[in-house]
């Protein structure tokens, strides 16, 4: 069965600079989908980025981009520029037969 | 705003109760899909529909029954309601089986 694991339960960051965000997913399948979705306090669930797996161009999205390591089943968020309104719940998420599988998720903290 | 939309917002209810979520997905949308949102148990799916017709199931208990009706709306049932049971569910659609968009959730607290 698939899984995700992001092993940050919370990260910090000072704003105006660069967080990474880890996930990494077992699979056996070749063809799959990788997302990151953001939630705010007002828990609407946002799509930050996403990635098709037999592309091996990495996705970027502004100041959101990811580093897809297929061999070794890592997908991680980088967000450039940390702004306030990038303080959320981040979910790394995997597209399972059109069900997503999801981690546990990061909460992602702004410094001012 | 996603185009998906839920309602109720909230729902306070007891337990052994039923309830009725309901979700309207994107225009052009065919797919649906039902997630539960808890704090132990994290995000987790329960049941997407295709066009009317059921197309995979998660972790929907046998108290939980979904449909989607011909005008591609869809309600989600829960029955015989536990403690347990408080989450907030959100619906998501899609064209096919690509981009999901959520809708805002609708916040079910069982007392």
């Known amino acids: 069965a698939q899984t995700v694991t992001q092993s940050q339960p919370e990260m910090s960051v000072q704003e105006a600079e660069t967080v990474t965000l880890s996930c990494t997913y077992d699979?056996?399948?070749?063809?799959?989908?990788l997302f990151w979705y953001k939630q705010p306090p007002s828990r609407q669930m946002i799509l930050v980025i996403r990635?098709?797996?037999?592309k091996q161009q990495n996705a970027t999205e502004n100041r959101f981009s990811v580093n897809f390591q297929k061999a070794a089943k890592s997908f991680s968020l980088k967000i450039s520029d940390s702004q306030l309104g990038d303080a959320a719940m981040y979910f790394c998420?995997?597209?399972?037969?059109?069900?997503?599988?999801w981690g546990a998720g990061t909460k992602l903290i702004i410094k001012p | 705003d996603s185009g998906v939309t839920q309602t109720p917002k909230h729902l306070i209810t007891a337990t052994g109760q039923r309830v009725t979520l309901r979700c309207s997905p994107r225009?052009?949308?065919?797919?649906v899909y039902w997630y539960q949102q808890s704090l132990d148990q994290g995000l987790q799916f329960l049941i997407q529909?295709?066009?009317?017709?059921?197309?995979a199931k998660g972790n929907i208990l046998e108290r939980f029954s979904a449909q989607q009706f011909p005008d591609l709306h869809s309600e989600l049932n829960l029955s015989s309601l536990e403690l347990g049971d408080s989450a907030l569910y959100f619906c998501?659609?899609?064209?096919?089986?690509?981009?999901?968009?959520f809708g805002p959730g609708t916040r079910l607290t069982v007392l």
């Open positions: 529909y295709y066009n009317g017709e059921e197309r």
């Open positions: 699979t056996s399948e070749s063809d799959y989908y």
């Open positions: 998501a659609s899609s064209v096919m089986g690509d981009e999901q968009f």
């Open positions: 225009s052009g949308d065919l797919s």
């Open positions: 998420a995997y597209d399972s037969n059109y069900q997503l599988i």
């Open positions: 990635q098709e797996a037999y």
